[in-house]
């Protein structure tokens, strides 16, 4: 599988990376349901077996579970992939989150961090959300202290707008954003992706089948199942008046894929990837089987009219949708 260079990191990162952020399971208030951690390991296998050379996790990500999860993953294998995961979210007694980005808590996270995952250095580290925002220099600080101290490899930012890469970039560079960006959230098109291609950051981008909803293997009645700690049925995207229009979308990729032998997707994930500032992928994976059905997308490019099909389909039925 090929690779490309993150930001100005020597970092080369496969087009996919696993994303971990629904193998922490549910019990919280970001959880996605009930998750069996024998799955994971699976899918995280099968991932980097297929080639995938990186996964992304953090510590709220079922509240230490994701980062644990991953951290019994990788034991014993002969090469392991590169880890990313975050800080900035941390979590009382009662299981409730709240965000800091002070030293003290920015240093102790990451001893916590590695601490889960078992291992030396972390990767690439990035500060989840710029919040509290008063605080983002100082975490920042805190940051490139650890990773002068050889704790972590190299840092970036999550959720972050120009503006607030600006006043990171005078302490320290940015390695990578973070940012979400599928067919149905293109929004970083318009500022944070050429404020990336131009400063030399990589764009790791989340959630480009929307949470599952562009997978193809959603449905109606599957949503309607889902459980109460499951995030996405109180997500506009997976309602109405969106729903119909998105699902009348994913049959449209479905049949653009077939022409292909490909997946919906797939289709979602090429789509992604088709910009040249996109520099890897983050995919949610519960299960070896669903890595068959992205792992394609690292080699599959749209033609333009294809493309083309999907912006018109959009045109034509995002106002219908109220959106």
Not at 174 to 189: F, K, W
Not at 257 to 278: F, M, Y
Request: some cysteine; charged content about 25%; glycine content about 10%.
């Amino acid at each position: 599988m090929r690779t490309r260079q993150l930001g100005n990191s020597d970092l080369q990162i496969t087009p996919i990376g696993v994303g971990a952020w629904a193998i922490g399971g549910g019990g919280y208030q970001f959880g996605w349901g009930p998750q069996e951690d024998a799955d994971s390991i699976g899918a995280i296998h099968a991932a980097i077996d297929r080639g995938i050379n990186w996964i992304d996790t953090a510590p709220i990500y079922g509240l230490g579970r994701s980062e644990e999860v991953v951290g019994r993953a990788l034991k014993g294998r002969s090469k392991r992939p590169y880890v990313f995961t975050k800080c900035s979210i941390v979590w009382d007694e009662k299981r409730e989150p709240r965000r800091t980005l002070k030293a003290d808590s920015v240093r102790r996270e990451c001893e916590d961090s590695l601490r889960r995952l078992g291992i030396d250095a972390i990767d690439l580290w990035q500060i989840h959300w710029p919040d509290p925002e008063g605080e983002i220099e100082e975490g920042w600080r805190a940051m490139t202290e650890l990773r002068k101290a050889g704790k972590v490899r190299w840092i970036g930012v999550s959720n972050f707008k120009p503006a607030q890469m600006d006043r990171l970039s005078a302490i320290a560079p940015i390695t990578s954003n973070q940012p979400p960006y599928s067919i149905l959230s293109p929004e970083i098109e318009s500022e944070v992706m050429p404020y990336c291609a131009a400063h030399n950051i990589g764009l790791l981008v989340y959630s480009p089948m929307k949470s599952g909803l562009l997978s193809g293997a959603m449905t109606r009645e599957r949503i309607a199942k889902m459980p109460a700690d499951d995030f996405r049925q109180r997500t506009v995207s997976f309602k109405e008046p969106l729903l119909t229009r998105n699902l009348n979308l994913v049959e449209l990729m479905r049949e653009i894929g077939n022409r292909h032998g490909r997946t919906p997707g797939e289709v979602a994930l090429a789509w992604v990837l088709r910009r040249p500032e996109v520099t890897g992928a983050i995919v949610g994976m519960r299960s070896a089987k669903q890595v068959d059905g992205v792992v394609g997308a690292a080699d599959f490019r749209l033609a333009e009219s294809e493309v083309e099909e999907i912006a018109r389909f959009l045109r034509e039925n995002t106002a219908a949708a109220g959106a």
